[in-house]
Nanobody
Framework: QVQLVESGGGLVQPGGSLRLSCAAS????????MNWYRQAPGKGRELVAA???????NYADSVKGRFTISRDNAKNTAYLQMDSLKPEDTAVYYC??????????????WGQGTQVTVSS
């Protein structure tokens, strides 16, 4: 069974940094896209950053220049480096990935979420 496990969330002061990790485990053929979403209290889930299997990246306008998405294919892991954090970045952050299983069917997977709180 394929699982995505996030880590690295926590409480940080405005202007600080955090690095989130998302590790895929289980039996699968390959990982396609890997994305980070977030959901703040009372708001819908929004796409924060995306990285393709070839390494192409995209970011929400609100995080451009502050967040960096990357991936280590050897470790089946994606990262989200978050710098210059603002209170409005407070949310639960979710990892999402398109994964090709051992029977070559592509399915979408989600992690359990990790809380990021930016506050003084």
């Amino acid at each position: 069974q394929v699982q995505l496990v996030e880590s690295g969330g926590g409480l940080v002061q405005p202007g600080g940094s955090l690095r989130l990790s998302c590790a895929a485990s289980g039996s699968f053929f390959s990982i396609n896209h890997m994305n980070w979403y977030r959901q703040a209290p009372g708001k819908g889930r929004e796409l924060v950053a995306a990285i393709s299997s070839s390494g192409s990246t995209n970011y929400a306008d609100s995080v451009k220049g502050r967040f960096t998405i990357s991936r280590d294919n050897a470790k089946n892991t994606a990262y989200l480096q978050m710098d210059s954090l603002k209170p409005e970045d407070t949310a639960v952050y979710y990892c999402n990935a398109g994964i090709t299983g051992i029977r070559f069917r592509v399915d979408d997977y989600w992690g359990q979420g990790t809380q990021v709180t930016v506050s003084s």
